[in-house]
Nanobody, 115 residues
């Protein structure tokens, strides 16, 4: 089983970045996929979530209107489009696949928002 994130990097405040998460070794299309983030010294937090079919999404309040989560079950991919980025969005972003008690985590990708 693998979940691999990509797309992180350094971006200026107000800029945009698009993250990707690809899954392998499990029935990707059956799983809810979450994006979490963890900043230094802070607890990991849920940023956005998308249902297995993509019909339902959730965003934490601080990213509503700025982030968009989507998925392509043919490609086993989930995306997180981030815009109007703020320094407080700086964190390691991780994707998580959930189906009942089964959970798989990726290793994460660093996003740094700084001028």
């Amino acid at each position: 089983v693998q979940l691999v994130e990509s797309g992180g990097g350094l971006v200026q405040p107000g800029g945009s970045l698009s993250l990707s998460c690809v899954g392998a070794g499990f029935t990707f299309s059956s799983y809810v996929i979450n994006w979490h983030r963890q900043a230094p010294g802070k607890e990991r937090e849920l940023v956005a979530s998308i249902s297995s079919t993509g019909d339902t999404t959730y965003y934490r309040d601080s990213v509503k209107g700025r982030f968009i989560i989507s998925r392509d079950n043919v490609k086993n991919m989930v995306y997180l489009q981030m815009s109007s980025l703020k320094p407080e969005d700086t964190a390691v972003y991780l994707c998580k696949a959930v189906l009942g008690v089964r959970t798989y985590w990726g290793q994460g990708t660093q996003v740094t928002v700084s001028s």
